[in-house]
């Protein structure tokens, strides 16, 4: 497929409540949107990089730039004809794979168009509703926490991830626990300690936790594997895996055993299955990890967690969880068993509202084919 025109949305939409990890706070939630259009069809995407390095060192603003500068000079006219085609033009990039992440979902949206079948039948996925819980950020206080963590289980969630971070940890569990002995419960620290202050936290242990989630350095694996031998509590790593090499040495090493797989995180769904088939085959199970994703991001998700060693609950929620009002057509709506339906359109399954798109547009970029 010849691609025609690509055009970039820099997009900024209010989250319903303000969402506070160990290493920030924030009220809103800006990505990128990116429309690729090629023989009258248009495949959508979207860079899960935020405003800030927080979580990862891609901002919106690197994203636009490598974007912008240098993959769609690369992509622009070209014929490309599958997904590999792309990710060999990409390879000339180092790093940036939010931004590199964006574009592919573009295109795998855009191939499904093409093909007349939904994304989770391209990725091979098998699940027609996926698992979700709900990720509470760090609140005011303890008290507060509890208040917000039972209005979620009064909407349906039955799996609950709390943010952690020193001083803010094992009292918080501890309560939450006693509260509500059996719900499924897990802890995200988002790197924020090291292996000498995590010796605070070993107390973990004694609250029965699915996980607790990237304890130490983003880019650590090594330590972690000395940690995991003092928790009987599994360690699940999110931010120290970026590729599928990550992912088997991670597992190799016995630093966690289970891995949370974004696709924005590791450059895009490509390798996202890569990783998903090394832990399926050395028996390390999956979860999908969220970014506030749009709908477009949400029904990109749904599609990789429908695939079989997506075992635990998918940080994806429903689209009320973060926004009163979306860039896409119709939410993402809980079921009753705490699950989300997977799109079964073609492509992603979703239509843009062109309305809001332009409403939450920061910017608007055009560049075309001549």
Same mark, same amino acid.
């Given at each position: 497929?010849?691609?025609?025109?690509?055009?970039?949305?820099?997009v900024?939409?209010?989250l319903v409540?303000?969402?506070?990890?160990?290493?920030?706070?924030?009220?809103?939630?800006?990505?990128?949107?990116?429309s690729?259009?090629?023989?009258?069809?248009?495949?959508f995407?979207?860079?899960?990089a935020?405003?800030?390095?927080?979580?990862?060192?891609?901002t919106?603003?690197?994203?636009?730039?490598i974007?912008?500068?240098?993959?769609?000079?690369?992509?622009?006219g070209?014929?490309?004809?599958?997904?590999?085609d792309?990710?060999q033009?990409?390879?000339?990039?180092r790093?940036?794979?939010?931004?590199k @992440?964006?574009?592919e979902? =573009?295109?795998?949206?855009?191939f499904?168009k !093409?093909?007349? *079948?939904?994304l989770r #039948?391209?990725?091979?996925?098998?699940?027609?509703r996926?698992?979700?819980?709900v990720?509470?950020g760090?609140?005011?206080?303890?008290?507060?926490?509890?208040?917000?963590?039972?209005?979620?289980?009064?909407?349906?969630?039955?799996?609950?991830?709390i943010?952690i971070k020193?001083?803010?940890?094992?009292?918080?569990?501890?309560?939450?626990?006693?509260?509500?002995?059996?719900?499924r419960l897990?802890?995200d620290?988002?790197?924020?300690y090291?292996?000498?202050?995590?010796q605070?936290i070993l107390k973990?242990?004694?609250?029965d936790?699915?996980?607790?989630?990237?304890?130490?350095?983003e880019?650590?694996?090594?330590?972690h594997?000395?940690?995991?031998?003092q928790?009987?509590?599994?360690?699940?790593?999110d931010?120290?895996?970026?590729?599928s090499i990550h992912?088997k040495? @991670?597992?190799?090493?016995? =630093?966690?055993?289970?891995?949370?797989?974004? !696709?924005?995180? *590791?450059?895009g769904? #490509?390798?996202?299955?890569?990783?998903h088939n090394?832990?399926r085959?050395?028996k390390?199970?999956?979860?999908?990890?969220?970014?506030?994703?749009?709908?477009?991001?949400?029904?990109?998700n749904l599609?990789?967690?429908?695939?079989?060693?997506?075992?635990?609950?998918?940080?994806?929620?429903?689209?009320?969880?973060y926004?009163?009002?979306?860039i896409?057509?119709?939410?993402?709506?809980l079921?009753?068993?705490?699950?989300i339906?997977?799109?079964?359109?073609d492509?992603?399954?979703?239509?843009?509202?062109?309305?809001a798109?332009k409403?939450?547009?920061l910017?608007?970029?055009?560049?075309?084919?001549?």
């Amino acid at each position: 497929m010849r691609l025609e025109k690509i055009k970039l949305n820099h997009v900024s939409i209010p989250l319903v409540t303000p969402f506070e990890t160990s290493f920030g706070r924030i009220n809103t939630r800006e990505c990128l949107i990116i429309s690729i259009f090629s023989d009258g069809l248009i495949g959508f995407g979207e860079c899960v990089a935020d405003k800030d390095p927080g979580y990862a060192y891609e901002t919106t603003g690197t994203a636009f730039h490598i974007i912008k500068d240098f993959l769609i000079p690369m992509m622009l006219g070209k014929d490309i004809i599958s997904i590999y085609d792309f990710c060999q033009l990409a390879s000339g990039i180092r790093g940036h794979r939010m931004a590199k @992440a964006g574009l592919e979902m =573009a295109l795998w949206d855009l191939f499904g168009k !093409a093909q007349g *079948v939904s994304l989770r #039948s391209l990725l091979g996925g098998e699940k027609q509703r996926v698992g979700v819980g709900v990720s509470v950020g760090i609140q005011t206080t303890t008290l507060e926490l509890a208040r917000v963590i039972g209005n979620y289980l009064e909407q349906g969630y039955t799996r609950i991830k709390i943010k952690i971070k020193p001083g803010r940890d094992t009292g918080d569990v501890g309560f939450v626990r006693n509260l509500y002995p059996n719900i499924r419960l897990q802890v995200d620290a988002n790197s924020a300690y090291t292996l000498t202050t995590a010796q605070d936290i070993l107390k973990l242990d004694d609250y029965d936790l699915l996980m607790i989630e990237q304890p130490l350095f983003e880019d650590d694996i090594w330590e972690h594997h000395k940690l995991q031998k003092q928790f009987r509590t599994p360690i699940c790593l999110d931010e120290s895996i970026l590729s599928s090499i990550h992912a088997k040495s @991670a597992i190799e090493m016995g =630093a966690c055993r289970i891995i949370n797989i974004k !696709a924005g995180r *590791v450059g895009g769904l #490509s390798e996202a299955i890569a990783i998903h088939n090394i832990c399926r085959d050395m028996k390390i199970p999956n979860w999908c990890g969220g970014m506030l994703e749009t709908g477009v991001g949400r029904a990109s998700n749904l599609a990789l967690a429908s695939l079989p060693n997506f075992i635990f609950p998918a940080d994806i929620s429903a689209t009320n969880r973060y926004y009163k009002r979306d860039i896409t057509q119709g939410d993402f709506v809980l079921n009753s068993d705490s699950t989300i339906d997977v799109p079964t359109g073609d492509g992603l399954g979703i239509s843009i509202d062109e309305k809001a798109l332009k409403d939450f547009s920061l910017s608007e970029t055009i560049y075309e084919w001549n």
